[in-house]
């Protein structure tokens, strides 16, 4: 989840099993106004079967929430996590991937409005 402002992500407890409706539940309660889902691509950027498993989600969760959905490139957050831990960091290794993954896309939407507003 981020900051009001945008530019801080901080990781949730992670949904187990991930199913829409807990998703859902969440956004209502903390009034998302977007959900990124991470897209799990190969290092080459090509998409495989776990992609098609996330974007079926997406669409899941885009019909039953009243919110947009973006999917997001995850390609290395889970090395991300790691790191995290071994700096200390206390939440559970999916919790740090999903904080890492929403960062990384406030940081590039945040880089392109700059870019735009130039």
């Not at 900051?3 to 992500?9: E, F, K, N, Q, R």
């Not at 997001?72 to 889970?78: A, F």
């Amino acid at each position: 989840m981020s900051d009001p402002s945008g530019t801080l992500a901080t990781p949730l407890p992670v949904i187990e099993p991930p199913e829409p409706r807990s998703v859902a539940e969440l956004v209502a309660e903390h009034e998302v106004e977007l959900v990124v889902v991470g897209l799990p691509l190969h290092l080459s950027g090509e998409e495989g079967s776990q992609a098609a498993l996330a974007r079926s989600f997406g669409a899941e969760l885009e019909a039953i929430l009243g919110v947009p959905v973006e999917m997001y490139d995850e390609r290395l957050t889970t090395r991300m996590a790691d790191a995290s831990k071994r700096g200390g960091a206390s939440a559970a290794p999916d919790s740090l991937a999903a904080a890492h993954l929403l960062q990384t896309y406030l940081e590039g939407r945040a880089a392109i409005e700059e870019r735009d507003d130039e």
